[in-house]
């Protein structure tokens, strides 16, 4: 027997809701195109690795801010968003180690242009409460490996890592 389907949302807090609403199989995949989902689940990690590349004023980060953007990725599998689900479980799909489109190092202005793509693409398919869900969580990874600097471990992030946060959040459309 088909169920019905049931809306997309997330929690205000982005944390797993207390119903614990979840189908076996989430049908949020067969909305986007090939490109758009290969968009969709490399941007995390396209965020983790801008987030954590040294740049002006921001500082060498080590293997805990790498954990630590993992960790926020993986977080992800809590989110009441069938969005977010979907897509770190596609992430933890690709288990051959081959690079994935768009997984490339690319520096910071092709990072934002990917990101505001993204927007793009979730405004047109993406259920509004996913759509936000998924760019928070996208933002929520910067942030982590943004605290995690060498001494700093859950400290506000610097001036220069603000800017990187803002630009980001402006990109994905959060401000």
Do not use: K
């Amino acid at each position: 027997m088909l169920t019905p389907e049931v809306p997309m949302s997330h929690s205000v807090a982005g944390e797993p809701s207390s119903a614990g609403r979840r189908r076996a199989a989430p049908l949020t995949t067969a909305v986007y195109s090939a490109a758009e989902w290969d968009l969709l689940t490399s941007l995390p990690g396209r965020v983790l690795v801008a987030a954590a590349a040294p740049g002006p004023g921001r500082p060498e980060r080590g293997v805990l801010a790498g954990l630590a953007g993992l960790d926020a990725v993986a977080a992800g599998r809590a989110f009441d968003s069938d969005l977010v689900r979907a897509v770190v479980a596609a992430i933890y799909a690709r288990h051959d180690g081959a690079p994935q489109p768009g997984e490339q190092l690319t520096d910071l202005v092709d990072l934002l242009a990917a990101c505001r793509a993204g927007v793009r693409v979730l405004h047109r398919r993406a259920d509004p409460a996913d759509s936000a869900a998924y760019r928070q969580w996208v933002q929520s990874v910067a942030a982590r490996v943004c605290r995690a600097a060498p001494g700093a471990a859950n400290q506000p992030p610097g001036p220069a890592d603000r800017r990187f946060l803002d630009r980001l959040g402006g990109a994905l459309g959060l401000g």
